[in-house]
Nanobody, 128 residues
């Protein structure tokens, strides 16, 4: 099972940008589809974005499409989430997650139950 550690969270003003990273342990990072989820206070954890094993395919929640970009560097065992045009409603704890489920015919794992490994989360706060 892969171990995941997020970093890069912080406080940013609305309209600003932030990049969070997730470092994975082990030598098999490239065999995992990776995802980002977030959980705002009082709300359930929700899907944000996912990326295929090679990085060639990505998928986004409608709420972040066009503003967030997920990417990965398999040589560095790291997945990133670049967040632009941030809004106060983006405030949440951001989690990265890994799954052995693969992207097939455009289908992406997007449910919490699809992912087996989770990081501890990093706080992102967007002030108005």
């Amino acid at each position: 099972q892969v171990q995941l550690v997020e970093s890069g969270g912080g406080l940013v003003q609305a309209g600003g940008s932030l990049r969070v990273s997730c470092a994975a342990s082990g030598r098999t990072f490239s065999t995992y589809t990776m995802g980002w989820f977030r959980q705002a206070p009082g709300k359930e954890r929700e899907f944000v974005a996912a990326i295929s094993r090679s990085g060639g395919s990505t998928n986004y929640a409608d709420s972040v499409k066009g503003r967030f970009t997920i990417s990965r560097e398999n040589a560095k065992n790291t997945v990133y989430l670049q967040m632009n045009s941030l809004k106060p409603e983006d405030t949440a704890v951001y989690y990265c997650a890994a799954t052995t489920k693969t992207v097939v015919g455009g289908w992406f794992p997007r449910r919490e139950a699809d992912f087996r490994s989770w990081g501890q989360g990093t706080q992102v706060t967007v002030s108005s």
